[in-house]
Every structure is written in structure tokens, then in C-alpha cells.
């Protein structure tokens, strides 16, 4: 199973800060997704990255995907207090055949305050 | 409402107790997850089910029995639980379990070992 490491673990910022947590690995991934989870909720998707050196936009998050399919970064710009939350990568590994598996990394525990 | 339901969303037993976990997706999806989250550890992968067979066991403890009588319900059958066994157990469904395809999470069980 392949590792990812997450950092960094904790960030606390003020509201209208600018942020970039990052997803590294040794090892190739088939493709990466990014995940935020809130307090007493499951993880609910925010993008997939499949293309080395893709970049992804979504409102104020860009996503991008490292040229050797390895690492991942995701920049927030002007955070707002709605952004609150543990933001988890996962990376597509195959398992056998045609099925994939995805591993997580730790997590980055974002709080942004008003 | 995420498409994914967990019941019960707390669970307190002793460690002789019987239980199960239960999940249902009505997204119409063809393959089902249990993963455990634990503090400060990534989310475990424990069991893939992918049109109701298993592809995926990681090492799981017997005390641990997953069932999935059809696509659409899977559930965890626990009995004699350790301490370290108590986590958040999400339940999360996929179409198919290829490398971009987003897994949609319920929002877990709380599970305590008494």
C-alpha cells in the first residue's frame, strides 16, 4: 500500500488569508481526489485530478496535480469561515484487474476564523 | 441527504455484545466500502464489495463480518470488539471501482468500546 503524507496536519488562519496544503508520495498514483469532511459528517468530494500536471478550479480552491502523478497541492484563495474543515487527498491505486483502491493521507484540519 | 445512510450513527457495547452496522446507497452504484476512521490516522480501507462480491478484504480482524445481500445494502456484523476497535465507521459507494470514480461517504457510525 502506498503512502501519502498530508501537510501541514493543523493550519489556523484569518478569514480573507490565502492557503496551500499539500499531498506528497513516493509513489504514482492513477489519479488523486480531494476530499473535505466537517464535524459529524462523512468526506464529500470535491475534485479528481487524473492528468499529470492538471489543475482544477473550483470557486476559490485550484487543485493541481504533480507532472509525475506523485503529489498534489490545493491553494485556497480569501478563506472564509464556510472552509472549516479536514480536507483529505486519496489516491487511486490499482487492487487487481480493473479495481482500484483508494488510500488517504492523514488529513489537513483547516480552521479558518472571522 | 447524501445518498448514503448509516445507521445507528452511535453505537456505545460492551466487548461480548453482538451488533451491526447498517449502510444503504440509493445511487444506484455497484460497489460498497467500509472504511474506519480513527484520531490522528489516516482512513482504513477494510472491505470492497463490488456487485455484491467481495474484492477486498485489508487484513481485517475475524471480529469483523461484512455482508452485502444486494447492491444497494451492506452491512458490518461486530462481536467481541477490543477497546481499540472504537472509531467512526463510514460506509461509502462507488459506480464501479475504477481509479477517477468519486466515492459518495454516509455520514458513520460512532462506535464505542466499552
Known amino acids: 500500500t502506498q503512502l501519502l503524507e498530508q501537510s501541514p496536519q493543523f493550519l489556523s488562519i484569518q478569514e480573507g488569508e490565502n492557503l496551500t496544503v499539500y499531498c506528497n508520495s513516493s509513489s504514482v498514483f492513477s489519479s488523486l481526489q480531494w476530499y473535505r469532511q466537517e464535524p459529524g459528517e462523512g468526506p464529500v468530494l470535491l475534485v479528481t485530478v487524473v492528468t499529470g500536471g492538471e489543475v482544477k478550479k473550483l470557486k476559490r480552491l485550484t487543485f493541481q496535480f504533480g507532472d509525475a502523478r506523485k503529489d498534489s497541492s490545493l491553494h485556497i484563495t480569501a478563506a472564509q469561515p464556510g472552509d472549516t474543515g479536514l480536507y483529505l487527498c486519496?489516491?487511486?491505486?490499482?487492487?487487481?484487474?480493473?479495481?482500484?483502491?483508494?488510500?488517504f493521507g492523514k488529513g489537513t484540519l483547516l480552521t479558518v476564523n472571522p | 441527504e447524501t445518498g448514503v445512510t448509516q445507521t445507528p450513527r452511535h453505537l456505545v457495547m460492551g466487548m461480548t455484545n453482538k451488533k451491526s452496522l447498517k449502510c444503504e446507497q440509493h445511487?444506484?452504484?455497484?460497489?460498497m466500502y467500509w472504511y474506519k476512521q480513527s484520531a490522528k490516522k489516516p482512513l482504513e480501507l477494510m472491505f470492497v464489495?463490488?456487485?455484491?462480491?467481495?474484492?477486498e478484504n485489508n487484513s481485517v480482524p475475524s471480529r469483523f463480518s461484512p455482508e452485502c445481500p444486494n447492491s444497494s445494502h451492506l452491512f458490518l456484523h461486530l462481536h467481541t470488539l477490543q477497546p481499540e476497535d472504537s472509531a467512526l465507521y463510514l460506509c461509502?459507494?462507488?459506480?464501479?471501482?475504477?481509479?477517477?470514480?468519486?466515492?459518495?461517504f454516509g455520514d458513520g457510525t460512532r462506535l464505542s468500546i466499552l
Open positions: 486519496a489516491g487511486a491505486e490499482n487492487s487487481g484487474g480493473s479495481n482500484y483502491k483508494l488510500t
Open positions: 464489495y463490488n456487485f455484491k462480491e467481495q474484492t
Open positions: 461509502a459507494s462507488s459506480q464501479g471501482s475504477y481509479s477517477n470514480q468519486p466515492q459518495h
Open positions: 445511487l444506484g452504484h455497484n460497489a
